[in-house]
């Protein structure tokens, strides 16, 4: 009566042999973050060098090349070197990333990220011989960054292990928190050292506070406990009423008269000093990160050797019957009857009935954790809607990107809202307006 | 200033190369989807098998074994037959599936159906003895059938071309259709051949009546439109008005009074008549997601070939202006300014411009493809919700399946919101209680 016989090691499909190629697939994916996760380190290291040198080129260009000449020399020295670290740990998993591919969105971010970073140099040049305005280069790193922060995105929504996914979609919304900072930091020192804010300064430094808000929010809800309590305390400490004072002051008194520029060198470091904070917790989640991988990779190697030997000896009926007692799970499911049905006339012999347990015990994990991962999946995809929201708005109206964060949030707090839940609305409506 | 010079083909990472590599695992999931296919059909014809020996081997159950003996063992030899052809399929993909896993619940999912149909000789024994009786023969081949068919939903959710993933979604709903069809057939047959019907009989009928209606409206938002057409017209001939008269007849007499006999054998033969009409339907769903994967594939095919032309010939700047002007695309986009910026200071040279004007295009593809993609996914989305929501009410309530989906279907109709919209909400209900 034994028909399984080595099934699961032969080319001939089995149940057996599915299952544990089921179980491999796991493996495999687990098995590329722990790869990706080095990856995932050196483009947070890499932004947060891009986020430096943007921020010494400002000064640099803002002070006619009179102030961190050197300073911003140094950092750009430095985010090469970054920049280096980024694409040799991209070599290391270049052959798996581009033969086993798991997504090619995954892929055309990482092109679209490399391009621009080739372009790097040419923008030094362009810094260094004063060719260009602040705004401009602002823009040219912020698509940089952007491009970056898009491969950890595209890299979250492959994971299939929900704590993993969950701690990627932490790590997208702190790096993409730590770039409002950034990117309010930049706005903040146009306001201080061109001596006052403008509407338009107000609107965006509003804006990118709000937009940092949110992303910190969703960090509390997704990181490990010990990075939650990091960025906590960082966001309840002295700097941060500090930094509140300076926007207090700038956005209401920057509005009518000129300012002492020597806020603006207050503002830089105190934004910066952040920066940095934030950084630490991005290495907290990649620390957490890289151990949950490393976790769970042991747990699914074991496991699925485990899975091996069990089904190596349903080989041998004469001692079949011990080891098989530790799988009977219980817990109701849609078969339970059916399953019922089949070892009770005799048809789920002993053997049929275990692998009949394991398949079960696998469609069953694998139910749970798409279950579980679903939460993470939905906060990436509010994430995309609200971008794609922003930019129908953008097209549609023909307004700034500030000026569309603006409307989609006045809409839902008009309609006492989430501002995800009219992003949605929106681009459903779009979709139907098409 | 040519530093792109052959990158994308060695294993130094290059924009050129992760382009390519994007374009590539495109591909690979179209030639996937060619393999699939086959599986997909066999999976079809086996399932189609399976309910013709289920109706044949609940006659014969039925009567004793007075009737339908030769017929049932014909049919019974055409499914056996019928699952070699599945295994063979099977086992022509097996390297590939199990090697560059796609997805571990396809694998797991395709263990749980050959695991089941391990049993099927067992099975056949104990019918063949009449060591059953109907209702236990007809669940366990209802529980081989819908394993099966949740491979070809599994096998839908892979899909990453919108146009493949809507086609898959039509075939698992005409699937579905069909065997709630074959379960009507069995219901009204023990109605008719057991001279009444009680109300749990009706209640069953009604309920598996609903849910043909939504899966056909499903197949007719998602097939093509010769397949369509073809279920609309099977929808709307004259057997349909005959079988609507024999459940009325059934559920409305049959409720006071023993029914002929002779309604039972006419009952039969139209509703088979009716299942081998939707099997024609399924092969022109069939026919047409071969055609449009072929044709996809080919199209990929040349554009990567296109690609990689381009790509080798912006190796040479002599000759890199001519063609590049094909692919200058119009559209607005979020980085429309940062791209003129890049453009117009001198840092985009003509084979920069290019490269990033084949980045951004294959970006905008994917995310366009994403966008179409999502109308297929929640379709297969909403499926599972009402699946999950009819096991929470019937383990909450401790009901039967038809008594849940009653259930579901009261809520939706006294809140007027459409079903999907209910399981969805007492899905995650429950999670909050959770």
Redesign the interface.
Known sequence: MN?NKHRYSS?????????I??????L??LQHFLQMGKLIQSISNLVHGLQRERGASNIFLGSNGEKFGPERKAIAEESAQLRFVF?QA??EI??E??T??V???L??????A??GL??LP??RK?IETR??KVP?AT??F??LIHRLIAVVFEAADTA?DPSLARLLVAMVHLMNGKEFCGQERATGSAGFSGGGFDTALIQRMTHLVEAQERCFEVVLGFADEQSCQQLQSLLANDREKEIGRLRQFGCSVGRYKPLDSELADQWFALMSERMDELKKVEESVETSFHGRCVERFAEARSSLAHHETLIASLDQPEDATQPLLVLCESG????S??SE??SS????QQS?RS??DL??E??RR?QQM??DLQGAKEALEDRRTQ?KAV?LL??HRNIT?DEAHRVLRKLAMDQGKKLPEVARALVSMA?LLK
């Open positions: 028909t080319d001939q499909p089995s149940a057996e042999a599915y299952l190629a089921s179980r491999r697939c796991e495999m994916n694409e991209l070599a270049h052959v990333l581009t086993h591919s997504s090619s969105h892929l055309a971010h990482i092109a679209s490399l391009h080739e372009s040419e923008l362009r060719a260009l401009e823009e040219l912020c698509t299939v109701s499911n849609g078969e009857r059916a049905a089949w006339g005799g048809i789920g049929g692998i009949f398949v079960q696998q469609s694998l798409s279950e971008e930019l953008m097209n990107n979709d």
